[in-house]
């Protein structure tokens, strides 16, 4: 079993940034793909950006150039650099993670990421 606890949301203006972090526990081997996804209301949960286990990363189009994501597997935690950012970008964010080996897919409890004009 892992747990995924996001921390860092919260209320920015326009153009400012967030770091979202998202760490993992419980028992399990390893953690393949991470990743984070959004959903704003009454919208669909979409793709902002995944990192492998070995880093490589894919972004969704709407925030490449901008967000950045990273992990540090001896702490089994993902983070999100959000610069820029734009009101668009309001949403609840939340963390994914699949174990290895079961492939077994993990859901984090969700951050609020507000941002102001």
């Known amino acids: 079993q892992v747990q995924l606890v996001e921390s860092g949301g919260g209320l920015v203006q326009a153009g400012g940034s967030l770091r979202l972090s998202c760490t993992a526990s419980?028992?399990?081997?390893?953690?393949?793909?991470m990743g984070w996804y959004r959903q704003a209301l009454g919208k669909q949960r979409d793709l902002v950006a995944v990192?492998?286990?070995?880093?490589?990363?894919n972004y969704g189009d709407s925030v490449k150039g901008r967000f950045t994501i990273s992990r540090d597997n001896s702490k089994n935690t993902m983070y999100l650099q959000m610069n820029s950012l734009e009101p668009e970008d309001t949403a609840v964010y939340y963390c994914?993670?699949?174990?290895?080996?079961?492939?077994?897919?993990?859901w984090g409890q969700g951050t609020q990421v507000t941002v102001s004009s």
């Open positions: 994914n993670a699949k174990e290895i080996p079961s492939a077994r897919n993990y």
């Open positions: 419980g028992s399990f081997f390893a953690l393949g793909a």
């Open positions: 990192v492998s286990r070995g880093g490589v990363t």
